[in-house]
């Protein structure tokens, strides 16, 4: 496949994808042009399955394993919890603690506690803590501090 990249310095900004055949690759390139790129693909009972990004929770990491948790699923993910962070590249999902990442716009209501500790509750009742590691960069983030 030959790549041609240019950068402009004015006038539009245009992209030519010419393929002969609609292969995997050339999919997950389209999907990432028309923005549908925010599905996460895992297993569940040996099953594949998908949901959207948005419909997670929280992450958690588990005996090395990564887990996305939704309102009604649990799905095993590749990975860890960094490359997941590192492919997201928003600020939508938040490492609570090393081994928790939540999305932040999933979460109904905080509470300060003692050692500087954030509980944060998930829709669906599900409690969560922000290590003192990460809570003083949450705290920014709800500023918009970034």
Do not use: C
Request: proline fraction near 1%.
């Amino acid at each position: 496949m030959k790549i041609d990249i240019q950068r402009i310095t004015e006038g539009e900004e245009s992209l030519v994808l010419r393929y002969k055949e609609a292969t995997p690759t050339i999919n997950r390139i389209l999907d990432i042009l028309r923005d549908q790129d925010n599905r996460i693909w895992g297993r569940i009972d040996g099953e594949t399955v998908v949901v959207n990004r948005e419909d997670i929770l929280y992450l958690e990491s588990v005996d090395e394993k990564v887990f996305a948790y939704t309102k009604d699923k649990v799905l095993r993910l590749d990975g860890s919890l960094t490359s997941f962070l590192m492919e997201t590249g928003d600020d939508t999902f938040f490492r609570a603690s090393k081994s928790v990442v939540i999305n932040v716009n999933r979460v109904i209501s905080l509470k300060s506690l003692p050692s500087n500790r954030i509980d944060i509750t998930m829709e669906g009742d599900e409690h969560l803590i922000i290590s003192r590691r990460y809570a003083s960069e949450f705290r920014r983030l709800l500023r918009g501090e970034g």
